[in-house]
């Protein structure tokens, strides 16, 4: 499909669903992500939204979720103004987050006293403030600090009194370095957990613990941390609900990375994103990856939860890497490598606002963005009531190529996810004669392939040779899912990975 063709499509489909007669749907959709997150398709990272501008760039993008539309980061914080945003993102059905940072205290921000700010702050081992990030003024907040953990709870309540329906909790474990966590908070929560745990251990300072090698305690310091931190996290997420239900109101909560206690799983894409010679890399399949996350995140969750994967900004040169290649590399990253994630089962959070310039209206890959949450709105269905079978069991002989299988048992459909990543200097190349090979024995009654790149569905020939069942996909560009429909069950057996393990959470 081309530009102009692209834009009308997008238009339509943007009148569908966001028209005057569409607002009562939107207003049920909003209250079903609110009941079951896992009907939401669409998530847009969308820091900062304080104006209606910004807010338009996730309705374009047709967004059932908005990650960190507020966040608390220093003197940052939610104003009366903001208020009516909440409402106008139900209005067209979708979900709008807030959020926290659980790790940095700048040392004035907000008006805070030295003396809170000395009891909310941890210390180095030599009982002195520690330079967050090696930055002045930025510390790390204290997990055992009654105060810290009063002051982040402040602003989660805060958000949650102007309209937030989602709290996104940035470094939940507080972030520290190996150098940090010394303050006397801690240590007294340390004397308390070596009581319970090793009644013969004794403790008497911080400088117990600053002795490296063969120092018997440290092993304990350490499990106390990672229990303390659990300790904190919980108490945190059980008082946010508590909160909002006295309130009458439904908030869910995820952290940043995988954790426990969440109604769904956000992380950021650090170390798979690649460039190389100046221009997108997305030579490897990442699809097997991207899977192992989404089962890790339910597992850790203990339920099924979307796994969303987002360009999280972090530091360096440049500090926002997704910025670092052209914008056409930007909508052919999202064509692929986004595609791939959601064949693996996950959901790409795509980035319509955010720091240091990003600005999807402004560089024009908003239109690519509506275009592909387009057609994942679409074909909810495929996404949401499909379980994924295998990435290792289909096949292909056309190289370069993301392959996974899925199957919906409530109609005996098989789905086969196929990603072009046949990208050269930032530029992708199309493939013609594709075919896809799978271990069955049976045709299918009918069998036809969708699109992101096109309209409709066009139809698959199928055969059988070898004992495998193969699918002739023909052209494809940079995503598209073939449908294969049978008239009673068949086995899936042979189409699970060995590594899908039948007790993970569905």
Known sequence: MNR?????????STALVFGAAGISRAEERYREFLRDINQAVVFTIANRTTSDYELDLARQASSDVLIRGWF???????????????????????????????????????????????????????????????????????????????????????????????????????????????????????????RTECPDCT????????????????????????WRDDRAWKSLTDRIRVYAKQHNREVLISANGLAK????????????????????????????????LVRQGRALAGKRVPVVLFHDWGQGNPPFKWLSVSQSEREV????????????????????????????????????????????KANRDLYLNAEFLGANTVQSATPDLSLAVWSKPD??????????????????????????TLPLDRVPTQASVISPDFRGERPVRCRIADG???????????????????QEEIGLGRLHDQFISATSPK
């Open 4 to 12: 102009i063709g692209r834009r009308k499509f997008i238009r339509n």
């Open 72 to 194: 608390k980061w220093g003197t940052t914080k939610p104003s009366r103004e903001l208020q009516p945003l909440p409402g106008k993102a139900h209005a067209f059905g979708a979900l709008f987050g807030g959020g926290v940072t659980c790790s940095a205290v700048y040392d004035t921000e907000n008006g805070i006293t030295r003396e809170q700010l000395l009891d909310m702050a941890t210390r180095g081992a030599d009982g002195e403030l520690v330079d967050a990030w090696g930055r002045p003024g930025v510390r790390h907040g204290s997990l055992s600090s009654p105060a810290y953990l009063d002051y982040l709870f402040r602003w989660c309540r805060e958000q949650i009194d102007l309209g937030a329906d989602y709290l996104f909790m940035d470094e939940h474990n507080a972030a520290l370095s190996a150098k940090e966590g010394f303050d006397d908070h801690s240590l007294a929560d340390f004397r308390s957990y070596l």
């Open 203 to 226: 403790f008497d300072s911080r400088e117990s613990l600053r002795a490296q090698g063969n120092n018997a305690l440290l092993p304990y310091w350490r499990r106390f941390r990672t």
């Open 261 to 292: 206690y969440v109604d769904l799983q956000v992380l950021g894409i650090w170390t798979k994103w690649a460039a190389k010679d100046g221009h997108i890399d997305v030579s490897e399949n990442l699809l097997p990856y991207w899977q192992t």
């Open 333 to 376: 990253w999202m064509r692929t490598r986004g595609a791939e994630i959601y064949a693996a089962g996950a959901f790409f959070a795509f980035p319509v606002i955010g720091p240091f310039g990003c600005d999807s209206g402004k560089d024009g890959t908003i239109s690519v963005m509506a275009e592909q949450a387009a057609f994942y």
């Open 411 to 436: 109609s005996h459909a098989v789905i086969v996810h196929v990603v072009n990543r046949n990208v050269v200097n930032g530029v992708l190349k199309p493939r013609r004669d594709v075919v896809a």
């Open 468 to 486: 495998r069942l193969n699918l002739e996909l023909g052209e494809l560009n940079a995503y598209s899912v073939a449908i294969l429909r049978y």
